[in-house]
């Protein structure tokens, strides 16, 4: 497992909604978009939570960082977690970046030849509106991917950093866009003689036959080819960075001027990685689609603004004829300035209109002239059918192939495995075809039914292997995909062998158990006795003609009177069968579950009242009073244990005390007037109490309207005599601002005056400035307190961290940490 967070290049280009509209879009695919969750926000709907999540980072307009995370976690090739563990994992790692209670999307991703998740997390917390970027990140993911991989039993990966960041870039490239970077190419073409040379003018030679320079910039050495794109030396190589090549070989010189007869070697270029295939045709294809690409692109944005151009000019034209028309009428002043207002209104809505109508047309035309990487190149023509493009995709990674529950074959002559096009393919050349819930993949030598492998996806799979195969198949994974193959094969009634003894002798004795139990029924017989498959005659005296033609196989094989016997199974007092059953043995078979169609053979058959079963007769559901309660009407209760009424006033007897509530009123018909649309969820009300009521003392339900219908308003906080300072009137002042925050709904917890108490820990929150006078902010329960320092002790608070906890002893003294401030 790897998790990798994927930073933004500019804060401005950061966008969460357009990021979650990425990772939820199907992009054309139907296997694509897996798991979707939504965490720590109120809504459960994409859309809404993202609207959620902007007006909570609209909130912070202090920070100026990226305010968005990205964080992708990616499986080995084999590994297909649950759920249940994908969730487990989200959570571990959010919180373990220290986004513990920040709003988040995750979304699985099931596109690629590893299943990976997507999560976007909000960096501004909700509740404090302050922005968290985690520290040291990649070795904190490490650590955590470490743990995860051990405690749900993931395949391990090398989460030690031995690459820098530019070397971390270049093998991106090479692997996700199949070109060579710069970085990569002079490790394999001239790293090692770079090392080897004795002097500044070996290394300049070095340089030249293989279309280099290097150069002073900075405190290092830059490396740049003919093309233009440069690399650190320290890159290449750590040896050769600026200092310990002056070590070796003196201070640095520069290239002298460059020979004419340069020697001819080899030339960086961006070119696809090496491999088997030949790709010379390909790429020529590919550098001429990438130019088409620009010109078409070009050409088509600018007919495109042309158009715009020309149709706000006629919109502006019919604009001016309107008003110069209201011009010559004779109308009132009123009239014609209503009028001009309108012609303007109607020609600001039109040009708003070719300018929404010019934005969809580019960006219609960037996605129809897209340039394209050259590995999503060749995904492009492998997914029109290119045979070259598909083995291209391939051959870049040929260790690379299925693994897990596959279906394969023995035989080396591979067909076209189905007629059914493509959902998608991944960049290593894994074909994914879609049938109903299960995906099945390609990857020319295995099948794998990756996704919602139910039984049609396993009949799919058996079919396409037998096309491309033949009849005999190689089965591989666990004891219990093996055996759902062997029942998919029996129950399609697949003309296949498995290569496995094992698997073929199974399937041989569920495909006898089933002609057996065919047989019993009458779908297999002939004349000579052999076991031949019939298919059922569906016509309309299909079941008369069935039975007649098993009446004669058996009479032609045991006689007329084993044929007499068995037609009342040889026991006294048996009727002779008939050629159909009555009208009310239809339905009523015994291994009805085990037919294909049930048909009843004469059309005009009825069923008479007394021959329909007893469990047909009703329609409709039926009660269940077994878990309801007795209530007869409004007010009326009846216990469980005995069927007495009990009514609201009435005395509650024990035995009956757990059937109803207490200090709950006769209920009515309607609430009265003064309650409605004031009164809140019973399960959300607690016991009320009133201060110095005695235990005998009873609220009356005029005096609980009362105690909530002004819970809204802003009360006076009960404070201690304190000598009035201006410290104290500038905490109360702030007080005073943050409680009638409080009482709009704003989520704030309640600010009170500090009270010194002897041994009483608190949590520092933080400071403000009312004023001139320093506030010291402390978290003790629920509860905000605020009280007054002096500048001096708020120079100490600064160097606290927030959340640390603080004790405050009689004197009124701070300590932290052993020391007393």
Not at 217 to 241: D, M, P, W
Not at 287 to 297: E, L, N
Not at 486 to 499: E, K, Q, T, Y
Not at 627 to 639: D, E, K
Request: with cysteine.
């Amino acid at each position: 497992m790897i998790a990798k967070h994927v930073p933004m290049n500019s804060a401005q280009s950061s966008d969460f909604a357009g990021l979650v509209k990425y990772l939820t879009g199907p992009q054309g695919k139907d296997e694509r978009v897996g798991l979707v969750c939504i965490t720590n926000c109120q809504a459960d709907q994409v859309e809404i939570a993202v609207l959620e999540i902007l007006n909570t980072q609209a909130q912070n307009t202090r920070a100026t960082a990226d305010k968005t995370y990205h964080l992708i976690v990616s499986f080995r090739a084999n590994e297909t977690p649950d759920d249940a563990t994908l969730r487990a994992i989200e959570e571990r790692l959010s919180n373990g970046l220290g986004f513990n209670g920040h709003q988040r999307v995750s979304v699985v991703h099931h596109d690629t030849d590893n299943l990976h998740m997507h999560i976007a997390i909000n960096k501004i917390h909700p509740v404090r509106r302050t922005i968290h970027e985690p520290f040291n990140a990649y070795h904190t993911l490490g650590q955590l991917c470490e743990r995860l991989e051990k405690d749900y039993g993931l395949e391990r990966d090398n989460h030690k950093a031995d690459k820098v960041h530019s070397e971390n870039r270049a093998s991106d490239m090479e692997h996700n866009a199949a070109v060579e970077s710069l970085l990569g190419w002079i490790k394999r073409e001239c790293a090692e003689q770079m090392q080897q040379a004795q002097s500044w003018d070996g290394m300049h030679q070095v340089m030249r036959e293989h279309g280099l320079t290097m150069h002073e910039r900075a405190n290092g050495l830059v490396i740049t080819s003919e093309n233009g794109i440069s690399v650190k030396a320290s890159s290449v190589h750590r040896s050769l960075s600026k200092s310990k090549l002056e070590n070796r070989l003196g201070g640095f010189e520069p290239a002298q001027d460059q020979p004419q007869n340069i020697p001819p070697g080899k030339r960086y270029g961006k070119k696809p990685m090496r491999s088997s295939a030949d790709t010379t045709e390909l790429y020529a294809r590919y550098k001429v689609d990438q130019q088409f690409a620009i010109t078409g692109r070009a050409a088509e944005w600018s007919k495109a603004v042309a158009r715009k151009k020309r149709l706000i000019e006629d919109a502006k034209r019919t604009g001016r004829l309107k008003r110069a028309a209201i011009k010559l009428l004779s109308a009132p002043r009123i009239a014609k300035k209503l009028m001009y207002a309108a012609t303007s209104n109607s020609l600001r809505d039109e040009i708003a209109a070719i300018n929404q109508q010019y934005i969809k047309e580019r960006q219609e035309i960037y996605e129809r002239y897209q340039r394209r990487a050259w590995a999503d190149w060749l995904r492009r023509e492998a997914t029109a059918g290119d045979p070259q493009a598909l083995a291209a995709l391939r051959l870049r990674d040929p260790a690379t192939g299925l693994e897990g529950n596959t279906v394969g074959g023995t035989t080396t002559a591979k067909g076209k495995t189905t007629s059914q096009s493509p959902d998608s393919i991944t960049k290593n050349g894994t074909i994914i075809y879609r049938f109903g819930a299960s995906a099945i993949r390609d990857d020319g030598e295995k099948l794998k039914v990756s996704r919602g492998a139910d039984q049609a996806g396993l009949e799919a799979a058996l079919r396409m292997a037998m096309k491309r195969f033949g009849g005999c198949i190689t089965v591989n994974g666990s004891a219990a995909f093996k055996k759902r193959i062997v029942h998919a094969a029996v129950a399609a009634n697949l003309s296949v062998r498995f290569s496995d003894d094992a698997l073929e002798s199974r399937r041989q004795q569920l495909d006898q158990s089933l002609k057996n139990k065919e047989r019993k029924h009458g779908n297999f017989a002939n004349n000579q006795g052999d076991t031949v498959r019939r298919r059922p005659d569906r016509s309309r005296h299909g079941n008369a003609r069935q039975a007649e033609a098993s009446r004669a196989a058996r009479a032609s094989t045991a006689g007329t009177e084993s044929v007499q016997r068995g037609a009342n199974g040889g026991k006294p007092h048996a009727r002779s069968a008939g050629k159909t059953a009555p009208p009310q043995a239809h339905h009523g078979l015994r291994d009805l579950s085990e037919l294909g169609v049930v048909h009843v053979t004469n059309r005009g058959e009825v069923l008479l009242p007394g021959h329909v079963p007893g469990h047909v007769e009703h329609k409709g559901s039926k009660p269940n009073h077994g878990v309801r309660r007795h209530i007869h009407r409004p007010g009326r209760v009846l216990s469980d244990n005995a069927n007495v009424p009990i009514h609201s006033g009435d005395a509650v007897p024990a035995a009956s005390a757990r059937a109803v509530k207490p200090n709950v009123a006769r209920t009515g018909s309607a609430p009265p007037p003064a309650s409605k649309e004031r009164l809140r969820h019973l399960s959300q009300l607690g016991t009320i109490m009133i201060g110095g009521a005695s235990a005998g003392e009873q609220t009356t339900p005029h005096a609980i309207h009362s105690s909530i219908n002004h819970d809204a308003s802003p009360t006076p906080m009960p404070v201690k005599s304190v000598s009035d300072s201006p410290g104290q009137s500038a905490a109360d002042k702030y007080i005073a601002e943050r409680e009638a925050k409080r009482a709009r709904g704003l989520a704030i917890p309640k600010h009170t005056r500090f009270e010194s108490v002897a041994e009483e820990a608190a949590r520092y929150v933080g400071s403000r400035q009312i004023e001139g006078q320093a506030l010291a902010l402390l978290a003790v329960g629920d509860e905000i307190m605020v009280l007054p320092i002096d500048d001096a002790t708020a120079l100490r608070l600064k160097r606290l961290v927030v959340g640390q906890q603080l004790v405050f002893t009689s004197k009124g003294a701070i300590k932290t940490k052993g020391r007393t401030r």
